[in-house]
């Protein structure tokens, strides 16, 4: 069997060291086995652009309809590549809807990162320039070939416990500070911090005074959206207050950055220059939302191993509703197999939500274009190895509001 080497998009690792299959391959060929995810989430995508039907027009005759009436607007999901980027932000423009990231998204993090002088770095320069990694969390079941890609740093240390991290991170800086000038662990300043007894605490300090460059990677499932403002001020100022001594970096992954980029490029930055993205805190946000007429859901694949590992597979239905957000219409963009014409489980006022399912290509499968990787490091092309009669998201975006003329009003 011929294989070629390609980008995959299924999660913010993006590795271009993967092969699969030739061009037009069968359904059973077998794909790189080096990430465990990528061979059920590549047969479960070509499969599906293949056989899944074009929507109907009078699915996209109703879409246009429930998108032309509603009166507020809520789209969300995950965008994959530029394309569905410029997608997104035309339609918000054109609709007036509101972007609100999947509850895994890093809130305020361009907030803590440029208040607290902390240091970001890539994976590349992670695995490369840094003696040790300190890794916080476990994205290994989203992301299982980070510890690989990992592997030349000389030492991957991983916290075994991820309670209360922002609490124990702010300890750590404490103790370290104590350390620093001249005072003993078990000195007043040391025991007000916390963690004296804290195994990982305990490591982290020892790795740290015995390397001249550390680098932390943090998960961000390990804090709900009410805590990543607070967890990464955290980390960026125990980085800030390392970096006056020893090379310190936070590597984080997101699973928006291609989003946010396109944003950025997009749209004018607010007065205090920092992303919209960035400054939208998801549960706060939500809460203040309660009903909306529509809700449009972008998801580009959803497999077991996706829906039981990815928090951001089941946000449209689990995570909104924690934070009280109800819709009376939803449209699912892109992977269908689960959604129909039917009932949905979160309805705005008395009755059930009504859900439309609108089938579209899979990036990187039946589709060209480019995806940012998720530490924001590089552009990378996405290739298509399969032929599907399916629309992209952003056509998709883009016929549904064909028919819509001047704005909506209220």
Excluded at 4 to 17: K, M
Excluded at 304 to 331: C, T, Y
Excluded at 344 to 357: T, Y
């Amino acid at each position: 069997m011929n294989s070629v080497r390609f980008v995959c998009p299924f999660c913010p690792l993006n590795c271009d060291d993967l092969e699969r299959p030739a061009v037009d391959p069968g359904p059973d060929e077998p794909v790189d086995a080096a990430c465990p995810r990528l061979g059920e989430l590549w047969h479960q995508a070509v499969r599906h652009d293949r056989e899944a039907e074009s929507p109907k027009a009078a699915a996209w005759q109703q879409a246009r309809e429930w998108v032309r009436s509603a009166r507020s607007v809520v789209i969300s999901g995950h965008v994959a590549d530029l394309e569905t980027g410029r997608g997104v932000v035309r339609f918000i423009r054109q609709t007036g809807a509101e972007w609100i990231a999947p509850s895994g998204s890093r809130c305020g993090y361009a907030e803590a990162f440029s208040r607290s002088g902390g240091f970001a770095t890539t994976l590349g320069d992670a695995a490369a320039a840094h003696q040790t990694v300190i890794l916080i969390g476990d994205p290994t079941g989203r992301w299982p070939r980070l510890d690989q890609r990992l592997s030349r740093a000389g030492i991957v240390f991983r916290w075994q416990d991820s309670e209360s991290v922002a609490e124990r991170l702010a300890a750590l800086r404490c103790q370290l500070a104590s350390s620093r000038s001249g005072l003993k662990r078990g000195t007043q300043a040391a025991q007000g911090a916390g963690g004296e007894d804290d195994p990982d605490l305990e490591e982290s300090r020892r790795l740290i005074a015995a390397s001249e460059a550390v680098v932390f990677v943090i998960d961000p499932a390990i804090a709900d959206a009410a805590g990543q403002r607070t967890l990464w001020s955290a980390a960026n100022g125990l980085i800030a207050d390392l970096n006056r001594h020893i090379r310190v970096s936070l590597l984080r992954f997101d699973e928006s950055q291609t989003l946010r980029n396109v944003m950025a490029w997009l749209q004018p930055a607010p007065g205090d220059g920092l992303p919209l993205t960035e400054r939208v805190d998801v549960a706060t946000t939500l809460a203040s939302r309660g009903d909306v007429d529509l809700l449009i859901w972008l998801e580009p694949w959803r497999t077991a191993v996706a829906s039981s590992r990815q928090p951001a597979a089941a946000d449209a239905e689990g995570g909104f509703s924690q934070v009280g957000l109800n819709w009376k219409h939803r449209i699912t963009i892109g992977r269908t197999s689960s959604v129909g014409a039917g009932v949905s489980r979160r309805g705005a006022g008395s009755g059930p939500a009504e859900s439309l399912g609108l089938a579209a290509r899979t990036p990187g499968i039946s589709m060209t274009g480019m995806v940012i990787r998720g530490d924001g490091s590089v552009a990378l092309p996405l290739f298509s190895s399969v032929s599907s009669p399916l629309p992209t998201v952003a056509e998709s975006l883009r016929r549904l509001v064909e028919k819509k003329v001047g704005k909506r009003v209220s």
